[in-house]
């Protein structure tokens, strides 16, 4: 056993972490909190105590806070109103207490280079396993309990919990145990008592047959996981992705790989006639929009609200600063003289053809602008069209004008009339900055 965390701790290099325990007081936590004082790694124990057994909660609350004080071991104690906790946000007690236990842990690991332990051993996992099977899952569901994750360590997670139960015994460790996992009233403790059973008389060695399953299973899936995050990097950084690193990819994949913009099983067959359809289709799900355009796919929040759809921006004196759409606008004046240094998303403008007020607003049908050396105007629409700019970005574009005249399409054209000439005085110039 004390082998077994040693190497453990040393995989996830967890040495010189301060480290907690989340410690129930039940025999998998007491066992856990013995072992890694003979490793001597000192350790901090957080006990929640949800008032879901009346005394005996307070009971084994005080065998927590006795062997703390007895050992010189720092502990926390947490109370909840489980109940109540659980009436209001319509959860079972189960799912109430997790959420409760884990948003208190959660504060301990806001600091740098810490780590909770946990006490699941390998019958939870295979607990675990067969209700996730039970109420229906996907592979992810079929891996269980991860050894690690997001500063969570399980280092028992491989041992039995007869030989966790066989070590206390030899060791002489008290533990409390909970009177609540011997009723059969969870499905938890049907599979624990009855259905495992069983199922262990089948087979010989069950619990190293299911302990290699779980081994394999998180193999393939952390190889899976891989390429998701592959595909993911080029979502982020683009902000889109080509249709042809998804489109033969397998329909599981394609839900995990979009799982965060809420696309599920059921839409999987729309989403992929979404792929083959013409530039400019939409696909929707609960939570955002996706959008064809062209070889590629780009997604956007449907709470994405644009301050210039409805309304616009006046302005009526330079130098200001202007936040619209998350996206900030610096106006100023600078005079000839000065270096001026062209950038991609700036414009400069010959400062004295502007009247005031200047107007900021999203484009809309029918919009003109005599783009730089032409002699007539242009459509906005056919201007953002020929640059192959996506619905989602049309939607966003604004324009500046002045006197009823557009003088520069955002970080597209700026307008003939006021380019700057050998006989410009005085230059507005416009800086876009984006977040």
């Known amino acids: 056993m004390l082998r077994h965390i040693k190497t453990f701790i040393n995989t996830y290099h967890l040495t010189n972490k ?40 307070d009971k084994d609350e005080n065998f927590i806070v006795e062997y703390a004080k007895k050992h010189k071991i720092e502990y926390h104690i947490k109370t ?33 280079n810490t780590a909770l332990f946990t006490a699941h051993h390998l019958d939870d996992q295979i607990e675990t396993f067969f209700i996730n099977l ?5 592979l992810k569901g079929l891996t269980g309990i991860p050894n690690q994750k997001n500063k969570i360590y399980r280092p028992l997670l491989n041992i039995s919990k007869n030989d966790i139960l066989i070590f206390a015994k030899d060791k002489n460790i008290a533990y409390k145990e909970d ?11 049907r599979l624990r008592h009855q259905h495992i059973p069983n199922l262990k008389k089948e087979t010989n060695n069950f619990n190293s047959k299911m302990n290699h399953l779980f081994e394999e299973l998180n193999d393939i899936d952390n190889y899976l996981e891989q390429q998701i995050s592959n595909l993911n ?8 992705i080509d249709i042809k690193h998804i489109f033969n990819l397998p329909n599981f994949l394609t839900v995990r790989l979009f799982a965060f913009y809420n696309l599920n099983r059921k839409k999987i067959n729309e989403f992929n006639k979404f792929l083959q359809s013409q530039t400019g289709s939409v696909f929707k799900t609960s939570t955002h929009i996706f959008l064809k355009d062209r070889d590629k796919i780009v997604i956007q929040n449907k709470s994405a609200q644009f301050e210039s759809d409805n309304e616009s921006i006046i302005i009526h004196q330079i130098p200001i600063e ?39 607003r999203k484009w809309k049908k029918g919009d003109k602008v005599q783009p730089l050396g032409m002699r007539g105007k242009k459509l906005v629409s056919n201007i953002l069209n020929d640059k192959k700019i996506n619905l989602f970005d049309k939607n966003k574009q604004l324009v500046f004008e002045s006197d009823k005249e557009i003088f520069w399409l955002v970080d597209n054209v700026v ?15 416009i800086e876009h900055i984006k977040y």
Not at 332 to 351: G, L, R, T, Y
């Open 415 to 429: 307008s003939e009339k006021f380019k700057i000439t050998p006989q410009t005085k005085r230059i507005l110039f």
């Open 179 to 189: 009177q609540s996992n011997l009723s059969d009233k969870y499905l938890r403790n």
């Open 134 to 138: 039970l109420r229906g899952t996907g």
């Open 233 to 240: 990097s080029i979502l982020k950084q683009n902000k889109s």
């Open 18 to 57: 301060t480290i907690y325990l989340a410690c129930s007081g039940g025999v998998d936590s007491m066992v856990l909190s013995h072992c890694l004082q003979k490793l001597n790694l000192k350790h901090t124990l957080l006990h929640c105590n949800f008032k879901l057994r009346g005394k005996d909660s």
């Open 322 to 360: 202007k936040n619209i759409n998350q996206q900030t606008y610096k106006l100023s004046i600078i005079e000839v003289k000065d270096q001026i240094k062209f950038e991609p998303n700036a414009a400069f403008i010959d400062a004295d053809k502007i009247k005031f007020p200047i107007i900021i």
């Open 80 to 112: 909840f109103n489980t109940k109540q906790y659980c009436n209001t946000n319509h959860l079972t007690i189960q799912e109430g207490a997790r959420v409760l236990r884990y948003d208190w842990f959660k504060e301990f690991l806001k600091a740098e």
